[in-house]
C-alpha cells in the first residue's frame, strides 16, 4: 500500500522519503517520533540523532506519526519510498 504525505516543499519531501528508507538489510532506521509541534514532526533514529520533517498541515503530521508508531511497534514493515515534488510516498507492506 501506498501513503502520500504532503511536506512543506521538495527538500522537505526528499528528506522524509530518506529517513524512511529501506537499508541494505531491509531493516528500518526509524527509531520513532521524539515530538509533534503544530505542522513539524521530529524523527529519531536508532543512531540516537534526531531530524525535523516539516509537513504541509497538521492532518499529514498526525498521518506520519501514526505510521512511525505502527512501525515502532511492529505493526507496519516500510518496503520503500521516494518522493516528488513536495510529495513523499511510502510503500508499506500490505
Do not use: P, W
Request: aromatic share 4%.
Amino acid at each position: 500500500m501506498k501513503l502520500r504525505f504532503e511536506c512543506d516543499g521538495s527538500y522537505e519531501a526528499e528528506k522524509l522519503a530518506a529517513l524512511v528508507s529501506v537499508q541494505k538489510d531491509d531493516s528500518n532506521y526509524v527509531a520513532g517520533v521524539a515530538a509533534v509541534i503544530g505542522s513539524e514532526i521530529v524523527i529519531k533514529l536508532k543512531d540516537k540523532s534526531s531530524h525535523a520533517v516539516v509537513m504541509k498541515d497538521r492532518d499529514n503530521v498526525v498521518r506520519l506519526k501514526a505510521l512511525l508508531d505502527d512501525l515502532e511497534k511492529g505493526a507496519a514493515v516500510i518496503v520503500g519510498s521516494d518522493y516528488s515534488g513536495a510529495v513523499a510516498e511510502i510503500t508499506i507492506k500490505d
